[in-house]
């Protein structure tokens, strides 16, 4: 019975987010008739673009890696009831201490180096998203609001250190200067920039849902996102949890920033991660904050903005049509009274 | 601007750069007093920005640039609240929504009207219209804060006096704070809670349309993103001010006074660039964070 119902709830809400993404295409196609001179040619880059060649399909991939990654930071964070609205900060900040530690260690071994670096990258996230937490803990200022805005500042001041010091002047562009090779991820579907640490992405997403769901962390983060104050009277130690799983959410999307950096880019360039920590929380909200969604949700929005861009390169649209269509997606998703229409109607039919 | 007709051009052009922050943030306090996060005062600020100057643009006139500016951000907020409020999604996300919707859809207009997804210049837009008096421009302190504005400046004071008036001395006020303290009580007067949620967005709609068209017509170019986190800043100074017009205007102040001097120091002092942007960011984490500590202990006390 109670599996029934589970069964019943699962099929509900699949068929919710199937109306959602269906209304959010109609709008994409609406859009592209209204704003394009040849919208056959942009309709058929927007949707079959990105599936087109190997090199279009693995990039497409590529970008999924941050987005699951700070997806499932964001997904902790949420299912915690604490908010990380930092996520933009704490991925940059990431992909400069990566890149920095790769920098001051030339000679290293790649694993050993690679491994210290991702390790610093994890950690400056961590401290980051931990501070706004920290000051939730002790004097109850917002963690939404203090995160936003520490988020803000740093990711001015990382701005500072590419540009600045650690420009690299033998190139225009404005970037440090190259990791060493023995640090490079190895790519695994050339032509593409796909790369192993999308192996490494997915198997987070399987360590993030055991966390989760089948450990006494997991279980008491759960639980306080659930009821804070009867998590309380539960006697779980409720502070503890405002800070935990701001540390993850940040070490997330250090890592984030740092494959990006050590698989994709090799180099930090200004503002090349803009828009990874935002888009996390579109994955998370697609994912309803389950973990093991997180995979298939990077991969649905991956496959928006590269259709976006795939559109821009080849007929007369801009980029930002994704971005429209996507808070289309946002808007819906969460619309409960949608879903309980839905869920009646389907009711009746059946 | 004319720094050098006055005593303290710090402060002088603190009161222009506090404009929006208190325009944002007074409709804002609307919402909040209704018991709604209202994270879309940013989204709602970059829609005013980029059409009050298209308009104003479009018709030759800065009146009907604002009116119809203001018309559009309301309907987007009309939207925002609709989905939020009866379609019952969560208003934070909704609001996460609308803000990135104000930052697609204005660039894809622009794109599409102009041709330029970068900075959009307006040439011969009419310039906003500034309160000057020369013989009292120079009395010191109270020149700087009350003469020498452009007009939007005076209309943003009169705003904060109407929001006053409007939430401690009429029924409408009451209701608005009502619902927040507790929307059953409301609904059991027979009143619906939802309407007056409703019409706090709209009023944050309108204000923020007006806060955004200070930017731009100030400006008289729109460029991409303009409001670049003012609209956060702005529920901030909401929580700083305590949740009332008053304090929203000292808050506002300090963070006026904050870019102001950050501007200054720009020019005067050999700070890179990128601190002295990142310098607002900070200030406004500080105070937070000394605000919640200064509340906790008094809390306690």
Known sequence: MVRKRRVEGFLAGAF???????????????????????????????????????????????????????????????????????????????????????????????????????????????LLAGLSGFFRMKWGTDELISSFLISGAVALIVNYFITGPLD?????????????????????????????????????????????????????????????????????NV?????????????????????????????????????????????????????????????????????????????????????????????????????????????AVA | MSQSSFTFPLIHNSIGIMTPFLLAAIGGLFTELTGMLNIALEGLML????????????TGSLMLGIL????????IAALFASISLYLKANIFISGLATNLLASGLTIVLAFQLFGNKGVIRFENLPKLPVLSIPALDRIPLLGDLFLGHNVLVYISWLCVILAAVVIYRTPFGLRIRGTGLGSATIASLGLNPVGYQFKAILISGFTCGLAGAVLTLKLGAFVPNIT????????????????????????????????SFSNYAQGAINIPADFILAFPYMITVLAMVGYSIWRHYKARA
């Open chain 1, 16 to 126: 919710g987010l199937a109306v959602t993404l269906a209304i959010a295409f109609v709008i994409a196609i609406v859009l592209i008739f209204l704003l394009s001179k040849q919208p056959g040619k942009t309709i058929y880059f927007f949707f079959v673009g990105p599936l087109t060649n190997k090199y279009y399909f693995g990039n497409m991939l590529n970008t999924v890696i941050p987005l699951v990654f700070t997806g499932l930071g964001i997904a902790i964070a949420f299912k915690s009831s604490v908010f990380n609205l930092g996520g933009e900060g704490q991925v940059y900040a990431g992909s400069l201490v990566v890149t920095v530690i790769c920098l001051s260690l030339p000679n290293t071994n790649g694993y050993l180096g690679g491994f210290l670096a991702l390790a610093g990258g994890l950690l400056a996230g961590a």
């Open chain 1, 168 to 236: 690299d002047p033998s190139n225009s562009l404005l970037a440090t200067r190259k990791v060493a090779e023995q640090f490079r991820l190895l790519k695994i579907f050339l032509p593409s920039k796909l790369d192993i640490s999308s192996v490494f992405a997915v198997l987070t997403a399987g360590v993030v849902y055991i966390l989760m769901y089948y450990t006494h962390w997991g279980y008491e983060m759960r639980m306080c996102g659930l009821n804070r104050e009867f998590s309380r009277y539960g006697g779980i």
């Open chain 1, 239 to 347: 502070s503890t949890y405002l800070v935990l799983p701001m540390v993850l959410s940040g070490a997330l999307h250090g890592l984030a920033g740092g494959v990006s950096i050590l698989g994709t880019h090799h180099a930090a360039v200004k503002e090349f991660s803009f828009g990874m920590g935002w888009n996390g929380i579109a994955v998370a909200l697609i994912a309803k904050n389950h973990p093991l969604g997180v995979v298939p949700a990077a991969i649905f929005f991956a496959y928006l903005d590269a259709g976006a861009k795939a559109a821009m390169l080849h007929s007369d649209v801009t980029f930002e049509i994704a971005a429209i269509v996507q808070s289309i997606i946002f808007y819906l998703i969460t619309a409960q009274a949608l879903y309980k229409f839905l869920r009646h109607r389907k009711r």
């Open chain 2, 47 to 58: 829609i005013g920005a980029f059409f009050s100057v298209v308009f104003a643009a479009l």
């Open chain 2, 68 to 75: 119809l500016g203001i018309l559009a951000t309301m309907l």
């Open chain 2, 228 to 259: 670049s986190g003012r609209g956060w800043i702005a529920l901030v100074v909401i929580y700083l001010g305590n949740k009332t017009p008053l304090g929203i205007v000292i808050a506002a102040f300090v963070f006026g006074f904050a870019e």
